[in-house]
């Protein structure tokens, strides 16, 4: 089985560095310019530059999407961009104009282009012109099932990029302009107002005919494709892509610690319904909006969309950051990222374990004794009885068992 | 030499349509079809591009659909069914067709509509270069940009100037779904119905088919003001959308554009009549003079 690429999404240089920390092979980021997702904290080149060697270092590559639709006055100053990304060491530009594909091909002939998701690709076809330009890698339409990728894959010149977890356009990419009709924010140009997920009241000529308590919605599911790695794998898929550009540390260090692990036990021959029952649990505790298997199995069926709720279910497990750890007086330095009580029954994490533990005491700076942590970024320390690492993470334990709300 | 293209929308409509000024008239096919104004099956197809032809005409075939890899035979073999009786131009989105089209030598009859995707000149003349007839420029840009693209490419650039703007195609059953979830009789085959943002007042068409789900914009572009401009500046196709209109409705509309194009009426008085006749189109100049933004207005 040929080594499967895990494509992490990273808003900011904090999120690249726990996305290579926790396993992914490469991440994929904005710059300031020519980028979709205009609310993700895109990336200037100092921060490029600071994010490729980090990620270099510890073996991982970073590919940089510059995928907008670009109007006439968006392609100022493009071709000393991509010189730049090339300079800096990007491994991989995504585009969608085929100026931008075409620009970085003469300028920076060096850096790989993937032709986005942006062009609904769903055939082998497609993928035999984007080659004779040039290109290096096709990212799928997230419509294709999973048949249609194998098929498409064993026919592909080129190598393919797929989609596994995260949101997912409710229509064809790059074809959505609901947020320029209704915002005038341009869908193609990072500003999606994501007006997919808004309510909608629904007409028959004149009279509207569902109830307000539930309007209509176009509302997706997330995706999560765990299910469907090893065809994937062994139809030499080149690359796994994560969505999720805004999503948070804690969401990041889960997600891809989930799919790192799933990943290496497929190629180790190790994979069983235990331990994919603990990828499986791993996963839904990222801040996923509910999940659904996306086209993998198919055309998705009611059950697969949203009506009642839309946003990120934002649970509030991750608690806290290690900033520093003492082994002679077991104490660490902790930075508080939500609300909880001291005492509390929390799993410390790392890319490569998993503790459960009590937490002890927490002391402030003036060595208070803290019993509610209610203050985000305040610094406390507190005694973990094994060795942990500046980037573990800590997050509670919450029993959702009897729970059927999201 | 302007040339004015709609949907065909009945086939018993094919001559007002010409009568009134349409100079391409786009035939719709089932399965390769993407949002098809009335579906034919090949032998109306032939008799239909007879009938075009007759009056010296070209006929389009609406091939716009995505196509997965397993329908790339199919494609293919509908391609060369519609080449063989002699279609002019194939309106396509997914590549493969400009690919399939290159390997059979006709690409010279391939007209490229993303919908979304041709935003500046670059974009446009890339598309141009692959020797085919046209490319379909974005709705979505204003008319400053669309005449750059005009004065800036070599090759035929089409502007969509009149009709709902599609906003959304989703491959989903987005309304069978919400029928089945909310336990209401499933009305997804139906042509009138429409969405209302729960904030907003603008009815938006939605409709579902065998490709998905459609959703259309809740105004009407109409571009009588503009067409000369754009036509100054090297746009000589011109594409009217009749989603939602009546054959006589779009006739009107044809006879109309061709006497603002021979200066015979005045645009901008068009424009406001318009407006006052069909109130319930929310006729608009869409994007033509409103820049969308690129991040949320403070």
């Known amino acids: 089985m040929k080594k499967i690429e895990l494509l992490s999404p990273a808003g900011d240089l904090e999120r690249l560095k726990i996305a290579v920390l926790y396993g992914a092979d490469a991440v994929y980021i904005g710059g300031k310019k020519f980028s979709l997702r205009s609310r993700a904290s895109n990336f200037d080149l100092e921060s490029i530059e600071e994010g490729v060697k980090f990620a270099s270092a510890h073996g991982a590559r970073v590919h940089v999407t510059v995928n907008m639709i670009p109007h006439q006055e968006d392609l100022a100053g493009l071709e000393e961009y991509l010189k730049e990304l090339e300079r800096i060491g990007v491994t991989a530009i995504i585009a969608a104009s085929p100026t931008i594909a075409m620009t970085a091909k003469k300028a920076a002939p060096k850096l790989e282009v993937h032709l986005s998701t942006q062009h609904s690709s769903t055939n082998s076809k497609v993928i035999e012109f984007w080659k004779s330009k040039g290109i290096d890698r096709v990212v799928l339409a997230r419509e294709c099932n999973l048949e249609e990728i194998k098929e498409t894959t064993k026919n592909s010149s080129l190598p393919i990029e797929v989609f596994i977890h995260g949101g997912m356009c409710i229509s064809y990419s790059g074809r959505c302009v609901l947020s320029n009709h209704m915002t005038n924010r341009d869908a193609n140009r990072g500003g999606c107002a994501q007006s997919c997920r808004w309510k909608y009241r629904l007409f028959e000529n004149d009279k509207q005919i569902n109830d307000e308590k539930e309007l209509f919605s176009m509302s997706s599911k997330d995706m999560m494709a765990a299910h469907y790695i090893k065809d994937l794998m062994e139809a030499n898929v080149a690359s796994l892509k994560i969505e999720g550009r805004m999503k948070s540390t804690y969401y990041i260090a889960t997600v891809i610690r989930a799919y790192r692990m799933l990943i290496d036990a497929i190629a180790e021959d190790r994979l069983n319904d235990e331990f994919m029952a603990f990828i499986l649990d791993e996963l839904n505790r990222a801040e996923n909006r509910p999940t659904a298997v996306g086209f993998y199995k198919g055309l998705p069926k009611a059950n697969d969309q949203l009506y009642g709720v839309n946003g990120a279910g934002v649970t509030q497990e991750y608690i806290a950051t290690i900033l520093d750890y003492d082994q002679e007086s077991e104490m660490a330095t902790i930075l508080v990222r939500n609300h909880f009580t001291a005492h509390c029954e929390v799993e410390v994490f790392g890319p490569k374990y998993t503790k459960k533990m009590v937490l002890n005491d927490c002391f402030d700076e003036l060595g208070e004794l803290v019993e509610v942590a209610n203050k985000p970024m305040q610094i406390l320390k507190t005694k973990i009885p094994f060795v942990v690492q500046e980037k573990d993470m800590i997050r509670r334990i919450i029993d959702k068992s009897d729970r059927n709300v999201y | ?298």
């Open chain 2, 1 to 298: 030499m302007s040339l004015i293209t709609i949907d065909c929308i009945e086939l018993n409509a094919i001559e007002k349509l010409i009568h009134a000024g349409a100079k391409r008239l786009i035939f719709s096919l089932s399965f390769v079809s993407a949002r098809p104004c009335c579906c034919l099956d090949l032998p109306q197809l032939r008799e239909a591009i007879d009938l075009v032809h007759k009056y010296d005409c070209e006929a389009a075939i609406n091939f716009t659909r995505f196509f997965m890899e397993e329908e790339l035979n199919v494609c293919e073999k509908m391609l060369l069914e519609c080449h063989r009786m002699n279609a002019d131009i194939f309106y396509f989105t997914d590549m493969c067709v400009l690919q399939l089209a290159q390997l059979h030598g006709f690409a010279d009859k391939c007209i490229y509509d993303p919908q979304t995707l041709i935003t500046n000149a670059s974009d446009a003349q890339f598309y141009l270069d692959e020797g085919i007839h046209g490319v379909t420029v974005s709705n979505q840009i204003t008319l400053e940009e669309i005449c750059e693209i005009g004065k800036n490419t070599k090759g035929n650039c089409e502007v969509m100037i009149h009709g709902r703007m599609l906003m959304m195609h989703s491959k989903r059953r987005l309304l069978s779904s919400y029928f089945e979830f909310v336990h209401m009789e499933n009305k997804a085959d139906s042509k009138d119905l429409y969405l209302m943002e729960e904030n907003r007042e603008e009815r938006m068409p939605i409709y579902e088919d065998d490709q998905g789900t459609h959703v259309y914009s809740g105004t009407t572009l109409c571009s009588f003001q503009e067409i000369n401009q754009m036509k100054e500046c090297g746009i000589q196709e011109f594409r009217i959308s009749p989603v939602h209109m009546s054959v006589e409705e779009a006739c009107q509309i044809l006879c109309d554009y061709q006497d603002v194009l021979a200066h015979k009426k005045d645009g901008s008085r068009l424009f406001e009549e318009y407006k006052e006749k069909y109130p319930q189109q929310n006729i608009s100049t869409g994007f033509l003079h409103r820049a969308t933004s690129l991040v949320k207005e403070s």
